[in-house]
């Protein structure tokens, strides 16, 4: 039986937001939860959290039936894009705060604060004011505020989401590693692909309050349930049910048996190389493909499939 096992239905307005969706995660896990905006995704976790009621399912935790306990009684932390620290509190009192609504000893509470200090690499300002910290910081201070109450899952609402790019790649390595030394369950929400791969252990698809599918990083870009996931997920051409990575597929100016008309929309520099995105015609999703040979935006090419490349299944 799984740690997290969730099927539920929420309604706002007669509009179905969460539609009998069903999650399961193991104990220590992280699932990265991604989908376009307006699928769900707060929803769910403000549901877990107790925020917000189910209209029907059931969520169980840990063997426990959590679908009618208050929120306070959880033992689930939800942290969101913005830290949301007390201004008036130093780094430590926001830390402390929740062990002082718990009614911890004072001694307990101070042993337990520094040691998450520690862990957070955030000692050094544990007597500052939030004002006075980056954004970064003030994220390791709400990620302390939240670990240091030992949660039984822990979720994460896109907490990267206003942090620059160069930190945001720091921060979620350092995050992963935190989560996995505390062996916390987690679901993080984030639109960032490379993100969600990079942190999750398994990544979930919501769309249109459903789960499209939840596996591993790997088994849903080489093998998508669907179009729909095939074209949220993974870069590539869905073929006769069968999905085909862009690494599979190359560029040339002649038209050949089974290929597909493009324009360069533009071109694009990741990772020391150089890569361009075509919009494909007959309807289909565009792609971004390596190449080394200087193109022109608007130039009409031709998308193929590399002869030599099988198509890849999961070992």
């Known amino acids: 039986m799984s740690y997290l096992q969730f099927n539920g239905t929420k309604e706002f307005n007669k509009k179905k937001i969460l539609n009998q969706l069903k999650l399961s995660i193991g104990q220590g896990e992280i699932l990265s939860l991604i989908g376009p905006s307006g699928t769900g995704k707060s929803t769910l976790l403000k549901c877990m959290a107790g925020l917000e009621t189910l209209d029907s399912g059931q969520f169980i935790l840990d063997g426990k039936d959590l679908t009618s306990v208050p929120a306070r009684k959880r033992e689930i932390v939800l942290v ?6 007390f201004p008036h509190m130093t780094v430590f009192e926001n830390v402390e705060y929740g062990l002082k609504i718990k009614k911890e000893k004072k001694d307990v509470r101070a042993e337990k604060v520094r040691k998450m200090l520690e862990k957070t690499e955030m000692e050094h300002a544990s007597r500052h004011y939030p004002d006075q910290l980056s954004g970064g910081e003030q994220q390791r201070a709400a990620l302390a505020r939240a670990l ?13 989401a206003n942090i620059d790019p160069l930190l945001r790649d720091k921060l979620r390595i350092w995050v992963k590693g935190l989560l996995k030394e505390q062996n916390i369950t987690s679901i993080f929400v984030t639109h960032d692909m490379e993100e969600a791969a990079m942190i999750g252990d398994e990544l979930a ?6 789960i499209l599918q939840q596996a591993t990083a790997r088994e849903i870009y080489f093998n998508p349930v669907n179009e729909k996931a095939a074209c949220f997920y993974g870069d590539g051409i869905m073929i006769e049910n069968r999905f085909i990575p862009t690494h599979q597929l190359e560029l040339s100016e002649s038209r050949s048996h089974g290929s597909w008309e493009g324009t360069v929309e533009g071109e694009i520099y990741k990772y020391g190389q150089r890569f361009y995105r075509i919009a ?14 200087p193109l022109k935006e608007g130039q009409i090419l031709y998308v193929k499939r590399k002869q030599e490349e099988p198509l890849e299944k999961n070992q």
């Not at 969101?80 to 620290?85: D, M, V």
């Not at 240091?148 to 990267?160: G, I, N, S, T």
């Not at 309807?283 to 080394?292: C, D, E, Y």
């Open 205 to 210: 698809i919501l769309s249109e309050g459903e």
């Open 280 to 293: 494909l015609t007959e309807n289909r999703p565009a792609v971004t493909i390596h190449s080394s040979d």
């Open 148 to 160: 240091v109450l030992e949660p039984k899952l822990l979720l994460l609402d896109e907490p990267f």
């Open 80 to 85: 969101f894009q913005q830290a949301l620290l």
